[in-house]
């Protein structure tokens, strides 16, 4: 199964917003509300950021939102901060006990 | 406060075996599904294999299945991988995570275990 697809990079300034999408397939993105984010700074574990398409787990901002349509899902991160520099990746259920991810995207605050 | 710790990581030759552990402390680790995912040097995440709670149901990617083994033991509450024929591209850190839903989702990750494989 290939990996979701990513832009591999994304970027703005403080504060601004970006967004990052996710393309996938009928069989995965798009079959199901089970896609999720996550961030990954540089040599470190990620960390869940959005779940089921739009959740926030406790303790992420609200500043991160998520959405779906069709097959592509999207991250949009507002209010750019320099802490939110980081690799973002999207993940998504893909049917038969599988699970997919995106290739990544390098998210750069300017 | 969920804390997982990995280890069992190491360097090994092609064609060789090493069996990654995940230590659980903080939750009730009976009830939750429990995934190993990898990221090779310089890549990205890639899901390599899940375990239901009841640990009698699991599934593997394809680039794993038949050589890798996830298993459980509660009363240790500890997870494995078992990786044997070890390949070179299978180099990369070794993260356990919970699943917090339905296959839904990864919400509490390890710090990762590496693994080198290399002549």
């Known amino acids: 199964q290939s990996a979701l697809t990513q832009p591999p990079s994304a970027s703005g300034s403080p504060g601004q917003s970006v967004t990052i999408s996710c393309t996938g397939t009928?069989?995965?993105?798009?079959?199901?509300?089970?896609v999720s984010w996550y961030q990954q700074h540089p040599g470190k574990a990620p960390k869940l950021m959005i779940y089921e398409v739009s959740k926030r787990p406790s303790g992420v901002p609200d500043r991160f939102s998520g959405s779906k349509s069709g097959n592509t899902a999207s991250l949009t991160v507002s209010g750019l901060q320099a802490a939110d520099e980081a690799d973002y990746y999207c993940s998504s259920y893909a049917g038969s006990n599988n699970v997919i991810f995106g290739g990544g995207t390098i998210l750069t605050v300017l | 406060q969920v804390h997982l710790v990995e280890s069992g990581g190491g360097e090994v030759q092609p064609g060789r075996s090493l069996r990654l552990s995940c230590a659980d402390s903080g939750f009730t680790f009976g009830t939750y599904g429990m995934h190993w995912v990898r990221q090779a040097p310089g890549k990205g995440l890639e899901w390599v294999a899940v375990i239901w709670y009841h640990g009698s149901n699991e599934n593997y990617a394809d680039f794993v299945r038949g050589r890798f083994t996830i298993s459980r033991d509660t009363s240790k509450k500890t997870l494995y991988l078992q990786m044997n024929s070890l390949r070179v591209e299978d180099t990369a850190v070794y993260y356990c995570?919970?699943?917090?839903?339905?296959?839904?989702?990864?919400?509490?990750w390890g710090k990762g275990t590496t693994v080198i494989v290399s002549s």
């Open positions: 009928s069989s995965d993105v798009g079959g199901y509300n089970y």
């Open positions: 995570a919970r699943e917090g839903g339905q296959m839904s989702h990864m919400d509490v």
